[in-house]
């Protein structure tokens, strides 16, 4: 297997399909994804549904095959996704009047059934999220981060004015925020996007953005504020307290199954997977050593332990296949399963069993009187060790001394020289589209985000050398 230094992503297609999590398909960037694979996202589905039901949201399902005189209603938002749009022409043997594109965000569909549900100020505020499939026919495809169909969950919400859409904007952004770091273990920034970076058609974009151990980043999730753009070109009015129509503010916001590649290329290391307690398929693995067949005990034990375990609602697994000790544990370490539980013929006399922790290079003993409490204790440290090794990883390659083109320039030249990542640079931006788009095509390094909370403020523009007027980061991303 590849190893993450010389190949990183090598490392992690290896890495992803070995551990079946997913397969490829026919049909160019679109893969099959595996019940592992599937479970990680189904952890993630839970713990957004649970928060965005908290806020008042609701689930519902819209179709998948759009108009396109939807999209030439609002027009920066066709030219943002056409060269990514695929198109139905035909159906039962003939050509269709009208081209329909499978979906690559719901913007248009939604607003044009807004416009008919939404009457009054009565009938708002409208919070509705969306899981689903999209399209969007990439010219690269990477599993999980970028394919040519992926899975997320979509949010669109109208609301009475300016004031609670952009609260609406900001509520959703933190909640990815706390998702992504406290389920995920994965440290992110937050900010917003620069004009040139925004969703096609909104007024503001903001992103939660995460670096992966190569150094990348990868946009995490987004939310949007639509001011009253799609409002307009779908006639979303209401009728409000004064008897007067106008129209609705709208936002819209998302997360998709990248999050699932970003776990793996933030977490993972030389031996595979490891995940983060909250979201492994499988949270222990028990496995008996020796010669456990001829000790009926060892298995009882086991048995005994698991049931222990699963009543306290941990995701366990027995392996009792006919393999050697020495492949499950390998096995099982690729799958990166956050503890395993050797039981042997002398553990068992010692009333005692071995515990390895994924992230962690020992292992050790414990009595089995107290083993059920000590495995609950060890997944909440690992989970919250995951996110602690990762944040230091991440503000140890966060560079904060790079002030100018050059500077850059040659901060990626000694990168190169030392074999070490080039990380992200935080730097000053004059507001000039012109500035942003030759420190991409210098370096390939685009601004990720204008953070709210910068560990530092910018003077002068990476590229032009005048009074900045934001400070970004910069970074090559997936």
């Given at each position: 297997?590849?190893?993450?230094?010389?190949?990183?992503?090598?490392?992690?297609?290896?890495?992803?399909?070995?551990?079946?999590?997913?397969?490829?398909?026919?049909?160019?960037?679109?893969?099959?994804?595996?019940?592992?694979?599937?479970?990680?996202?189904?952890?993630?589905?839970?713990?957004?549904?649970?928060?965005?039901?908290?806020?008042?949201?609701?689930?519902?399902?819209?179709?998948?095959?759009?108009?396109?005189?939807?999209?030439?209603?609002?027009?920066?938002?066709?030219?943002?996704?056409?060269?990514?749009?695929?198109?139905?022409?035909?159906?039962?043997?003939?050509?269709?009047?009208?081209?329909?594109?499978?979906?690559?965000?719901?913007?248009?569909?939604?607003?044009?059934?807004?416009?008919?549900?939404?009457?009054?100020?009565?009938?708002?505020?409208?919070?509705?999220?969306?899981?689903?499939?999209?399209?969007?026919?990439?010219?690269?495809?990477?599993?999980?981060?970028?394919?040519?169909?992926?899975?997320?969950?979509?949010?669109?919400?109208?609301?009475?004015?300016?004031?609670?859409?952009?609260?609406?904007?900001?509520?959703?952004?933190?909640?990815?925020?706390?998702?992504?770091?406290?389920?995920?273990?994965?440290?992110?920034?937050?900010?917003?996007?620069?004009?040139?970076?925004?969703?096609?058609?909104?007024?503001?974009?903001?992103?939660?953005?995460?670096?992966?151990?190569?150094?990348?980043?990868?946009?995490?999730?987004?939310?949007?504020?639509?001011?009253?753009?799609?409002?307009?070109?779908?006639?979303?009015?209401?009728?409000?307290?004064?008897?007067?129509?106008?129209?609705?503010?709208?936002?819209?916001?998302?997360?998709?199954?990248?999050?699932i590649g970003s776990v793996i290329m933030v977490h993972?290391?030389?031996?595979?997977?490891?995940?983060?307690p909250r979201v492994a398929p499988t949270q222990v693995?028990?496995?008996?050593?020796?010669?456990?067949?001829?000790?009926?005990?060892?298995?009882?034990?086991?048995?005994?332990?698991?049931?222990?375990?699963?009543?306290?609602?941990?995701?366990?697994?027995?392996?009792?296949?006919?393999?050697?000790?020495?492949?499950?544990?390998?096995?099982?370490?690729?799958?990166?399963?956050?503890?395993?539980?050797?039981?042997?013929?002398?553990?068992?006399?010692?009333?005692?069993?071995?515990?390895?922790?994924?992230?962690?290079?020992?292992?050790?003993?414990?009595?089995?009187?107290?083993?059920?409490?000590?495995?609950?204790?060890?997944?909440?440290?690992?989970?919250?060790?995951?996110?602690?090794?990762?944040?230091?990883?991440?503000?140890?390659?966060?560079?904060?001394?790079?002030?100018?083109?050059?500077?850059?320039?040659?901060?990626?030249?000694?990168?190169?020289?030392?074999?070490?990542?080039?990380?992200?640079?935080?730097?000053?931006?004059?507001?000039?589209?012109?500035?942003?788009?030759?420190?991409?095509?210098?370096?390939?390094?685009?601004?990720?985000?204008?953070?709210?909370?910068?560990?530092?403020?910018?003077?002068?523009?990476?590229?032009?050398?005048?009074?900045?007027?934001?400070?970004?980061?910069?970074?090559?991303?997936?």
């Amino acid at each position: 297997m590849s190893t993450q230094q010389n190949d990183f992503t090598k490392w992690y297609i290896d890495t992803i399909q070995k551990a079946d999590l997913m397969d490829y398909t026919p049909v160019r960037g679109c893969i099959a994804f595996k019940p592992d694979g599937y479970e990680i996202w189904e952890h993630i589905q839970d713990e957004m549904n649970k928060r965005f039901k908290e806020t008042g949201h609701r689930n519902a399902y819209f179709p998948m095959l759009i108009p396109e005189s939807f999209f030439e209603k609002e027009k920066d938002h066709i030219e943002g996704f056409a060269p990514e749009l695929p198109w139905v022409t035909e159906a039962a043997g003939e050509k269709l009047e009208e081209r329909l594109a499978l979906r690559p965000t719901s913007e248009t569909m939604i607003g044009h059934l807004y416009s008919n549900w939404i009457k009054s100020y009565r009938d708002l505020p409208v919070l509705i999220n969306q899981w689903a499939n999209v399209f969007r026919w990439e010219k690269k495809t990477l599993p999980f981060i970028r394919t040519s169909e992926f899975l997320w969950q979509e949010g669109h919400t109208a609301h009475v004015d300016e004031e609670e859409a952009r609260k609406e904007t900001m509520q959703m952004l933190n909640i990815y925020k706390e998702v992504i770091e406290e389920l995920l273990a994965i440290p992110v920034y937050d900010g917003e996007k620069t004009p040139s970076e925004r969703f096609a058609g909104a007024v503001d974009t903001f992103s939660v953005e995460a670096m992966m151990k190569d150094g990348k980043a990868v946009q995490a999730g987004t939310s949007h504020y639509l001011g009253t753009k799609f409002a307009e070109a779908f006639d979303i009015k209401y009728l409000n307290k004064e008897n007067k129509h106008q129209h609705a503010h709208t936002t819209s916001w998302g997360t998709s199954t990248r999050l699932i590649g970003s776990v793996i290329m933030v977490h993972g290391d030389e031996q595979g997977l490891v995940l983060p307690p909250r979201v492994a398929p499988t949270q222990v693995v028990l496995i008996p050593v020796g010669p456990w067949k001829k000790n009926p005990a060892i298995m009882e034990k086991l048995d005994e332990l698991y049931a222990a375990l699963k009543a306290k609602g941990i995701r366990v697994r027995l392996d009792d296949s006919d393999q050697s000790p020495g492949y499950k544990f390998n096995e099982w370490e690729l799958k990166g399963v956050p503890v395993r539980v050797d039981l042997g013929p002398r553990d068992l006399e010692n009333n005692q069993a071995l515990i390895k922790v994924r992230d962690l290079a020992d292992k050790e003993s414990v009595e089995l009187a107290v083993i059920v409490e000590r495995i609950e204790e060890e997944l909440k440290t690992m989970q919250t060790r995951l996110l602690e090794t990762a944040r230091a990883f991440r503000d140890q390659n966060s560079h904060l001394n790079v002030n100018s083109l050059e500077e850059l320039k040659q901060h990626l030249a000694d990168s190169t020289e030392k074999g070490s990542i080039p990380g992200w640079v935080l730097a000053g931006w004059c507001g000039d589209d012109a500035c942003e788009e030759n420190v991409k095509e210098e370096t390939k390094f685009t601004t990720r985000n204008i953070p709210f909370n910068p560990p530092a403020e910018k003077a002068t523009c990476i590229n032009c050398g005048k009074e900045s007027k934001h400070t970004v980061w910069f970074a090559r991303s997936y």
